[in-house]
């Protein structure tokens, strides 16, 4: 099929991400669109090639490989179940060298020096609290990168909820889940809505933590996890229900709503 865009290829890709902000060996977790990037020669192995290139042998590229829908029609099996979050993260998990967290719902993959230690023991109910991956990579000083996405897209910010303590978190859920040839029923934390998080784009430019710029055709935020986990822990505490979204058919809102 014709495309309008120009065709980006791994070169200019990596020149991109560098004059964005993204620097050889930052541990930084990617929420990526692949379609937002415009035409990429390659696909989307050629996008975590770009990354892996400025993130260089001392740096960490990390992925959310979520799999909440998939868990419905079959049980999580930590190698074979694909990722939910999009093609580029599918393509990181499938790398001979990436490392999988064991969660059933909310699993992050790693390549890169600190792999291992993000992604080991994830406990089930903290799917993206205190100990998760995600939280684990803001403590070391990790980025978060989003690439033509926004906020919404931004799990780090439910690390930020989780660290405020707010009274609403739901029942957990059950899932199955594959282990030595068995199948076994987890418990697992219920993550919430992400759907009002991009109310917070503003106070995050505001606070002058975002650098922003473009890798491909593709609109993208860099911003330090920490600095967004102290901005989301001001807001909260000041305004618990900030981040509520005010969808007619979000439950989980307006059961939030109703607890605070
Ligand atoms: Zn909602």
Redesign the pocket.
Known sequence: MPHEDPVQTRHELRENLRSLGLEAGYEVVVHPSLSSLGWVEGGADTVVDALLDVLGDRGTLAVPTFTSGLVESRPFDRCTSPSQTGAITEAVRCRASAVRSSHPTHSVTAIGCGASAITRAHPPMHSVGRGSPLHRLANRGGWILLVGVRHDRNSTIHVAERLAGLPFKGMPRTVPVRRDGDVVDIDVARVG?S??FTTLEAAAEDAGIVRRGPVGVADCQLLRGDALIDLVGGMLSSDPGRL??E?DD?W??ADASAEL
């Open positions: 809505c759907r009002g509520l979204c969808t979000c989980w809102c």
